[in-house]
């Protein structure tokens, strides 16, 4: 199956500093998703993304299907930042499809 | 608030007894699933309904037993479980094309319900 790979896996900053995620994954893929768990466990929907550049806020989104990679932008980074961010993409064509998710980046935003 | 819901949100049972977790969407979906989230482990797909069909089983054993009586309302019935079945358990739904090709749509998560199997 689709191999997702998130990378770093912990990062930690200062409140006001700005970041960067990385999603790769193994195979073309034709939808991408972003979500934060909040601590509570609560996945909250980022990004639908199959390619190309999408911004909400002080977020923003790139997929380069063709390269088999997504990046997530995270600027002016606020406490309420902090969780874990996960990538996922659709385990085959579509429709009605399970998604395959990395292991996650685990953000630390400090006053 | 994501339009869909679960409950309970905490469950903490015996490894004899027999429990549901329940999840209802109210987004007008007909696609909805089941995820497992453990401990040190990415999320993985258990179950996937489509137009109340089960088109998955992620090789998930049968002491998890799944039920979609509708398109709104999805179920994982549980016995005779594990401790390390302990993990959050998502339930998300999906718009699907039914007969028409197209992209895969966005998926939405509940809140999840923590299970803790003593």
């Known amino acids: 199956g689709i191999q997702v790979e998130q990378s770093p896996p912990d990062l930690i900053l200062q409140e006001g500093a700005n970041s960067t995620l990385r999603c790769n994954f193994s195979?073309?893929?034709?939808?991408l998703q972003w979500f934060h768990q909040n601590p509570w466990g609560q996945l909250i929907n980022l990004f639908y993304?199959?390619?190309g550049t999408k911004q909400n806020g002080r977020l923003s989104a790139t997929t380069v299907a063709t390269e088999r990679y997504s990046l997530l932008y995270i600027s002016s980074s606020q406490t309420t930042d902090s969780g874990v961010y996960f990538c996922?993409?659709?385990?085959?064509?579509?429709?009605?499809?399970?998604?395959?998710f990395g292991k996650g980046t685990h953000l630390i935003i400090q006053p | 608030e994501t339009g869909v819901t679960q409950t309970p949100r905490h469950l903490v049972m015996g490894m004899t007894n027999k429990k549901s977790l329940k999840c209802e969407q109210h987004?007008?979906?007909?696609?909805m699933y089941w995820y497992k989230q453990s401990a040190k482990k990415p999320l993985e797909l258990m179950f996937v309904?489509?137009?109340?069909?089960?088109?998955e089983n992620n090789s998930v054993p049968s002491r998890f037993s799944p039920e979609c009586p509708n398109s709104s309302h999805l179920f994982l019935h549980l016995h005779t479980l594990q401790p390390e079945d302990s993990a959050l358990y998502l339930c998300?739904?999906?718009?699907?094309?039914?007969?028409?090709?197209?992209?895969?749509?966005?998926?939405?998560f509940g809140p999840g319900t923590r299970l803790t199997v003593t």
């Open positions: 998300a739904s999906s718009q699907d094309w039914g007969d028409s090709p197209g992209l895969p749509y966005e998926q939405y």
């Open positions: 195979d073309s893929v034709n939808n």
């Open positions: 993304i199959p390619s």
């Open positions: 996922a993409v659709p385990n085959s064509g579509g429709g009605a499809d399970g998604l395959t």
């Open positions: 987004l007008g979906h007909n696609a």
């Open positions: 309904y489509n137009f109340k069909e089960q088109t």
